[in-house]
Every structure is written in structure tokens, then in C-alpha cells.
């Protein structure tokens, strides 16, 4: 299935409010809290799904009508947008959304590579993935000699993948342009988030001495699993759990799976300071053409 294009002939929907800019990754790298912070300013508006995925296929709105549907209680904002990070390194999502919404503006958040592994490694586990939970640096360890082969191998082996930013960014940065791509680290978030909002909302065109609450925190990682097998019963189709949709009632099925999710969690060691420069090692080519890419010096991220 392919994503379907925006119509060329006018029509009620063309009319429509539509995105103005786009959050398009990386993911495990902030978008969730940037995906918040940017929907508490008043003149903004986000979509109310975060991920609609449309200019991806197989994956969340498919038909065009759908997707202007989301920004259509946009009224005036100034803004409009929406955050999928699947676009990021999708090799068709940029001529595409060039195509269907012209002018829009792109934004991106990067974070040091090992450590964005790391906690897709980690929600995979817990999403119920086809993954044995065992310790990251293991993990990457065991896969290590297939790193030439990362993006086509399996779900995990293509966690590690997406780690290798500069392909895609230079895909975004020559569709786009650098004046409607802007690029921000996850540690300006987490180290000038007042800086970096404010850069980030004149980006966008609207207020920039708005401030959003950023004592919240969004989508905060699980540690990794005891067994992947309690985590594969409680997210994928068993007889047990529809014996248990059947017999209890939601607000106490919610309880218990909470419950147990929680007790099945296991506080990882967190990756020595050897590990993780190790581990850096097989993405420094990559990010040193970031670093031209981006004019900045990451020189923090292979320590």
C-alpha cells in the first residue's frame, strides 16, 4: 500500500487547515514532551493523535480526508502541526510532505545514538516484542558483527539502526532546505529547555517569551523486563486474557495489568563509561558528517 497523495483538484478539504511544520523524529529523543510543550502554546495547535503517520505506509491515517480532519478545530493558530517520528528515516516522507503541504517546516530531535539505542532496546522489550530481555550492552555486543547489516535484520538489530542519523538528515536538510529544517539535541531540552522553546517557537512563527509547563514529564522509559514472556501475554493475544476482558470488569483488568507489569520490571545497570564509548565507536563516522551537517560539535557524545 502506498500513502495516498493530496488531491490536485480543489476541493472542501483543500480548503481545510493543514500542517505548517512537522516534528519527523528521531524517536527516543524527546518528541513526546516537545509534542506537549508545543500544544501548550496558545498559538499553536497540535493534532490530537500524535503519531498520524500519514506520509509513511502502513502505518496510522491513510486517507488524505482523514488526516486534514485532525488540524480541523485549528482556527486561527498561527502554528499547526503534528509529530510522527517514523518520518525521520522513511526515504519517502520528505518529497512526499514537500509535495502535499508546501512551505511547511520541519523539525528534528537527535540524541546520542548509543543511549537512543538503548531505550528502544528497552521499549521494545516492554511493548511485547519478540525480544528476550536481556542487558543492553550484551545485547549490542552479540550483534555487533552484524552492524553492517542493522537495517535489514531483525526488530531489535533495526533499534540499532536508527541510530545512524546522517542519511536521513541529509534527505530532510536537501528537500527542505536549512532555513525550514530546524535541528535541536535532546539536551537542549533537558539542559535549556526555556532557551530552546523559545528558539523553537520563533522558528515557528509565534510568540517566543511563552513559556509551557516543563516541570512535566512525558513518556518516561521502563526499566527492562523480568520475563519477556509476562510481557508478551499482557500485550499480545492469548486465552487467558480474553478469559480475563470476558470475566472483569476494565477498571480492574487495568489494575492488574498495571500491577503486573510493574512487578515484572528489573532495574537494569546502566552501560560503564568504557561501554558507551565503545559502543559510540560504530557510529562516529556517521556523526561527523552530522556534525558538518548541523554545525555543531558532538564532541560531547563519543565520551
Not at 503517520?53 to 486561527?76: I, K, S, T
Not at 525550514?180 to 522553546?197: G, I, N, S
Not at 520475563?227 to 478469559?243: N, V
Amino acid at each position: 500500500m502506498s500513502v495516498r497523495p493530496a488531491p490536485s483538484s480543489p476541493t472542501a478539504s483543500e480548503t481545510a487547515p493543514r500542517p505548517t511544520f512537522l516534528v519527523v523524529g528521531v524517536a527516543k529523543a524527546g518528541t513526546t514532551a516537545l509534542y506537549h510543550y508545543l500544544g501548550e502554546h496558545p498559538e499553536v495547535y497540535v493534532s490530537p493523535k500524535k503519531e498520524p503517520g500519514f506520509f509513511v505506509p502502513d502505518y496510522g491515517v491513510e486517507r488524505w480526508e482523514d488526516y486534514l480532519a485532525l488540524f480541523a478545530e485549528a482556527g486561527d493558530a498561527k502554528a499547526i502541526g503534528e509529530a510522527t517520528p517514523r518520518y525521520f528515516h522513511n526515504a519517502e516522507a520528505p518529497a512526499k510532505i514537500a509535495e502535499a503541504l508546501p512551505g511547511v517546516r520541519i523539525v528534528v530531535l537527535l540524541r546520542q545514538p548509543v543511549d537512543r539505542a538503548r531505550s528502544h532496546y528497552v521499549m521494545l522489550t516492554n511493548n511485547g516484542a519478540t525480544l528476550q530481555p536481556e542487558p543492553f550492552a550484551s545485547f549490542f555486543r552479540r550483534h555487533l558483527p552484524e552492524a553492517a547489516r542493522w537495517h535489514e535484520g531483525s526488530l531489535g538489530m533495526r533499534s540499532l539502526a536508527l541510530s545512524f542519523y546522517a542519511d536521513s538528515l541529509e534527505r530532510w536538510l536537501d528537500t527542505f532546505g536549512p532555513d525550514r529544517v530546524a535541528v535541536y539535541l535532546d539536551e537542549d531540552l533537558r539542559r535549556a529547555p526555556e532557551q530552546t522553546m523559545a528558539d523553537l517557537y520563533a522558528f515557528l512563527g509565534v510568540d517566543p517569551a511563552f513559556c509551557p509547563d516543563l516541570s512535566k514529564r512525558y513518556n518516561v522509559g521502563r526499566q527492562l523486563p523480568r520475563s519477556g514472556a509476562i510481557q508478551r501475554l499482557i500485550f499480545k493475544g492469548s486465552p487467558l486474557k480474553r478469559l480475563a476482558r470476558r470475566l472483569l470488569p476494565e477498571p480492574l483488568r487495568r489494575r492488574g495489568v498495571s500491577a503486573v507489569l510493574q512487578l515484572n520490571q528489573s532495574r537494569q545497570a546502566p552501560l560503564t563509561p568504557e561501554e558507551r564509548r565503545a559502543f559510540t565507536e560504530v557510529y562516529r563516522s556517521d556523526l561527523q558528517r552530522v556534525e558538518r551537517l548541523i554545525g555543531r560539535d558532538l564532541s560531547d557524545w563519543y565520551d
